[in-house]
């Protein structure tokens, strides 16, 4: 998620994750480092709302955010309650 710039810090990312709020194909995840694959589903809920991206790309650096956005496809977009 860091390097995809979803969040501005890999504890950020971390925090995220630790707190149960992402998940990987549907299933909630808990561990930071748990690896990811091209075509996983990864939804995180951030703030008031909950981000669907597949995984479309990896990139050994993190780059700026025209790089990073080739990286995922955005599936959906929808408000928390």
């Not at 709302?49 to 650096?61: A, C, D, I, P, S």
């Not at 993190?62 to 599936?75: F, I, N």
């Amino acid at each position: 998620m860091w390097h995809a710039r979803v969040v501005k810090a890999r504890s950020s990312a971390a925090e995220l994750v630790v707190t149960g709020h992402v998940r990987i194909n549907g299933t909630r995840e808990t561990s930071p480092g748990h690896a990811i694959k091209l075509g996983d589903v990864i939804t995180v809920a951030l703030d008031r709302t909950v981000r669907v991206l597949k995984v479309t790309g990896f990139n050994e650096r993190r780059g700026d955010a025209t790089s990073a956005r080739v990286l995922y496809e955005e599936l959906g977009d929808a408000k928390r309650n």
